[in-house]
């Protein structure tokens, strides 16, 4: 069965220091990997996805990951965090025929000015 | 362009009442979700609709949920003899026509369901 790990619950970061936001996935084959990213009292929105190839993929609002087979990760990077970065980040495991994404618990992230 | 639609944003209802949560996908996506996510928690998926095939609906918690969705575009929930433990906020997504397996997925606003 898929899972995913995010062992953070909360990170707390200064407006304008770097970021790492860290998955672990469980998986049988080889995965599809997504990041979300959800503002208070919005749905969920697309950050970036792996599907193949570039092992470091970019994704929108300067974020980028990097897929890790020998590690089984998928850590969410941004070498510069904006205040307006402050929301819960959800990190999603798919594949093998499966139409069903795996979720991740989420991570909040808090950005103090 | 439009994105996925959900209606009502908020609803409260009593205990034991029956509710229906609305969906309006991306036009031309044919794949539909419905997710759960309760205060904290992840998301818990709860059904998949993928064209005119019979639904996944191996994540539904109880036969007291329900899901629909007609001419392969808008999607009702439904929740009868609603539960405090329902309370939630109710996610819908859309993804487009199949790839080889689980593509991105575009989310609504949701639903806040609160049982009193």
């Known amino acids: 069965a898929q899972s995913v790990t995010q062992p953070d619950i909360h990170i707390t970061v200064s407006e304008g220091a770097s970021l790492e936001l860290r998955c672990n996935y469980s998986?049988?084959?080889?995965?599809?990997l997504f990041w979300y990213v959800q503002s208070p009292g919005q749905g969920l929105q697309l950050l970036l996805k792996?599907?193949?190839?570039?092992?470091l993929v970019q994704g929108i609002k300067g974020f980028e990951a990097e897929f890790k087979r020998s590690q089984s990760s998928f850590n969410l990077r941004k070498p510069s965090v904006h205040w307006s970065d402050a929301a819960e980040y959800f990190c999603?495991?798919?594949?093998?025929?499966?139409?069903?994404?795996?979720f991740g618990r989420g991570t909040s992230l808090i950005v103090h000015p | 362009g439009a994105g996925v639609s959900q209606s009502p944003s908020n609803k409260v209802t009593e205990k034991g009442k029956d509710v229906e949560l609305r969906c309006d996908p991306i036009?031309?996506?044919?794949?539909l979700y419905w997710y759960r996510q309760s205060l904290g928690q992840g998301l818990e998926f709860l059904i998949y609709?993928?064209?005119?095939?019979?639904?996944?609906k191996s994540g539904l918690p109880s036969d007291r949920f329900s899901a629909e969705r007609t001419g392969g575009s808008v999607s009702t929930l439904t929740i009868q003899r609603t539960q405090q433990e329902d309370s939630a906020v109710y996610l819908c997504?859309?993804?487009?026509?199949?790839?080889?397996?689980?593509?991105?997925?575009?989310f609504g606003p949701g639903t806040r369901l609160t049982v009193t």
């Open positions: 999603a495991v798919g594949g093998g025929g499966s139409y069903i994404p795996t």
């Open positions: 036009s031309g996506h044919t794949a």
């Open positions: 609709f993928q064209g005119n095939s019979a639904p996944d």
């Open positions: 998986y049988g084959a080889t995965p599809y």
């Open positions: 792996y599907f193949s190839g570039d092992t």
């Open positions: 997504a859309s993804s487009p026509p199949p790839a080889p397996s689980v593509s991105e997925q575009y």
